[in-house]
Structure formats: structure tokens, C-alpha cells
């Protein structure tokens, strides 16, 4: 039921459309899961779907830079939470 984890490039917070259509409709407390730690972050709704409140805390904990390239796999979903795994892959050639 899961759709395949994505890549994601630190800064660019919006969420593709792939995957949105696996995720509530509304915004929602999401839970992103790096190295054994959590932050808490919101997902919001509406068209361009992305993450704020936490996002920069989380980039600033994982010292990520422009470049860094994410994975994130869809561990959870549904109409009170989601949960992402997230795995930092290392840096672009941006």
C-alpha cells in the first residue's frame, strides 16, 4: 500500500505529486524519522503540498546543505499523522 520511497533535495520542502495522492488531505503533524532521532514538522494541504514548522530545525540538526539529497520512504499515513524514514544519501553535483 506504501508507494516507493523518493529522492528529495534539501530545500526544495514540497512534497512531489507522486505521492500525494497516498497522503490526508488535510495538513497534519508528520513525524520525520533520521539517524535514530525525530522531528516534528507539519504537512500542509492545499495544492503544493510541503513541509514547515520543524523543516529548517531538521536540516539545521543534520547539518544538510544545498545539494543534500534525501530519501524518504512513507512509513505511515494516515488522517491524524504521517511518518517518514529519511535517509540522507549525500550531496548532488548541483
Known amino acids: 500500500m506504501n508507494p516507493e520511497p523518493y529522492l528529495y533535495i534539501v530545500f526544495l520542502q514540497f ?3 507522486s505521492i500525494c495522492g ?3 488531505p488535510i495538513s497534519v ?3 520525520l ?3 535514530k532521532k525525530e522531528w516534528a514538522v507539519t504537512l500542509t494541504s492545499g495544492g503544493r ?3 514547515v514548522n520543524g523543516w529548517k530545525q531538521f536540516i539545521v540538526d543534520n547539518n544538510l546543505k544545498k545539494g543534500n539529497v534525501l530519501l524518504f520512504e512513507l512509513v ?3 488522517s491524524g499523522a504521517v511518518i517518514f524514514s529519511v535517509e540522507e544519501l549525500g550531496l548532488t553535483n548541483a
Request: hydrophobic fraction near 30%; aromatic fraction near 0%.
Open 15 to 17: 512534497i512531489p505529486k
Open 22 to 24: 497516498n497522503l490526508p
Open 29 to 31: 503533524k508528520t513525524m
Open 33 to 35: 524519522r533520521c539517524n
Open 49 to 51: 503540498r510541503r513541509l
Open 76 to 78: 505511515e499515513a494516515t
